[in-house]
């Protein structure tokens, strides 16, 4: 599925085409892939709100699939293996920002279904590095949400300094929450949800949410960390305002809406606001860890490949319980 133009998902920008299978180059692998998850960069991305720096694009960056050719100087992985590939695709390892390990920080970083193409699509080539080995227990379906949803929640969390014991706020709920909550609670963390959608309070309440509800009701300094998970600017103030004293909020996504003016009181006592990009190849390897540990259970909806647009549009207008995926071919 290729995207020719930004627009609108409404307009159902992407189209079906045969492409020419990628090469694989020296330090490449090819995954023939059997699921996508649909991340809200996607939709980002091709309706415009973050520019691609290239058209046509094949986008998607949660990717699984079995290992179907390897390129010159790969020893770490064979074919037939079944990996996933996340946003992160390769950074220059040299620069100030990965000698300090903020590789996702890197300026000559390149990304998953941005820089290159991506997993809507039968077949995908990428960097040996950027291709992970999954953890046992998990379909193919259920491991994409995983690489994307998965690893930017988990740094998130990592960042908004909750330790194992403390209270989470999740604002917004979808299918980088619902991974996050377990985490929170596979560590023994209270963790409060606010949304909108009943169905999803249903879902956190089914995953261990100790309460629901809205994101004006939750107690001033009632949590000891914070994530904004949905990209409306006015979050954080309810976010800020629900946070104790030293507290941090974490932002998760890569774009949002206008925080509106902030009175000074919301942040003093120390409190700390900060933004979460991307991440590394470390937070990717750590998690996969983590979640066949919990186990995490997934929530997904699938969509065949020719029907992506209908999963973006489905993402956009919050009609998807959890996480989308795409079924490039018939997942284990």
Same mark, same amino acid.
């Given at each position: 599925?290729?995207?020719?133009?930004?627009?609108?998902?409404?307009?159902?920008?992407?189209?079906?085409?045969?492409?020419?299978?990628?090469?694989?180059?020296?330090?490449?692998?090819?995954l023939r892939v059997s699921a996508c998850g649909v991340c809200h960069t996607d939709l980002h991305l091709i309706e415009g709100d973050i520019t691609p720096p290239r058209l046509p694009l094949v986008p998607g960056h949660q990717v699984v699939g079995v290992i179907e050719a390897v390129g010159p100087g790969v020893s770490t992985h064979r074919e037939g293996e079944r990996v996933g590939v996340p946003w992160l695709s390769s950074t220059d390892g040299v620069c100030d920002d990965c000698r300090r390990g903020l590789e996702n920080l890197c300026r000559a970083a390149r990304f998953t279904g941005f820089d290159i193409d991506g997993g809507y699509a039968e077949l995908i080539a990428v960097p040996a590095t950027s291709a992970h080995h999954l953890p046992a227990g998990f379909s193919d379906r259920h491991a994409a949400p995983l690489l994307c949803a998965g690893v930017i929640g988990y740094r998130s969390y990592r960042l908004s300094g909750v330790h194992a014991g403390g209270r989470l706020a999740l604002f917004g709920f979808g299918g980088s929450a619902h991974i996050v909550l377990q985490l929170a609670r596979h560590e023994g963390c209270e963790v409060f949800v606010a949304t909108r959608a009943e169905g999803h309070r249903d879902l956190a309440r089914r995953l261990g949410a100790a309460w629901t509800g809205s994101a004006e009701d939750i107690a001033a300094g009632a949590v000891d960390g914070a994530i904004v998970f949905a990209p409306a600017g006015r979050l954080v103030h309810d976010a800020l305002r629900a946070v104790r004293r030293g507290g941090t909020?974490?932002?998760?996504?890569?774009?949002?809406?206008?925080?509106?003016?902030?009175?000074?009181?919301?942040?003093?006592?120390? /409190?700390? %606001?900060?933004?979460? &990009?991307?991440?590394?190849?470390?937070?990717? /390897?750590? %998690?996969?860890?983590? &979640?066949?540990?919990?186990?995490?259970?997934?929530?997904?909806?699938?969509f065949p490949l020719e029907q992506a647009n209908d999963a973006l549009l489905a993402v956009k207008h919050s009609r998807i319980e959890a996480a989308a995926v795409l079924a490039v071919a018939d997942p284990v």
């Open positions: 599925m290729v995207l020719h133009q930004c627009a609108k998902a409404e307009a159902r920008p992407l189209r079906l085409a045969d492409v020419a299978a990628p090469r694989v180059g020296p330090g490449e692998v090819r909020v974490a932002l998760a996504g890569i774009t949002m809406s206008d925080i509106p003016p902030t009175p000074y009181a919301l942040l003093y006592q120390e /409190r700390v %606001l900060r933004s979460v &990009a991307n991440s590394t190849h470390r937070d990717v /390897r750590e %998690l996969l860890q983590l &979640a066949g540990q919990v186990p995490v259970q997934t929530t997904v909806e699938t």
